[in-house]
């Protein structure tokens, strides 16, 4: 088990949903590979964020809306292609989420005994 996967508080679960991160620059989009309550590894093509918070705007495929989620991130994947350094994607920790999107997100998780 990784170091990072010691440190999650909650489990995630293995997505495919479309994302976009807005900074106070520019918008990217992006992909939600995997999410929990608490976090998120988005991937995108373009480094997107230089922002310490930024806002995301995720759209899961089986929720009537988008979750509206504040986050920061937690760290950044990177891979050297062609000589120039290539986003790989980046985790993220949630610091605001409504309560309806972070029920939603905890429904996706069976109950712990």
């Known amino acids: 088990m990784s170091t990072r996967q010691k440190r999650r508080q ?6 495919d949903w479309p994302v976009f991160l807005l900074t106070p620059n520019r918008i990217v989009k992006g992909e939600t590979r995997n999410i929990s309550p608490g976090g998120a590894f988005i991937h995108a093509l373009t480094d997107p964020v230089q922002d310490d918070i930024f806002r995301l705007i995720i759209k899961p495929p089986t929720y009537a809306g988008h979750l509206v989620v504040t986050a920061e991130v937690a760290w950044k994947s990177q891979q ?3 000589k120039h350094m290539v986003s790989e994607g980046l985790g993220v920790q ?3 989420i409504f309560r309806g999107d972070r029920d939603f997100l905890n429904n996706l998780f069976p109950c712990n005994i």
């Open 10 to 15: 909650h489990s995630r679960a293995e997505v």
């Open 80 to 82: 050297k292609r062609f």
């Open 94 to 96: 949630f610091t605001q």
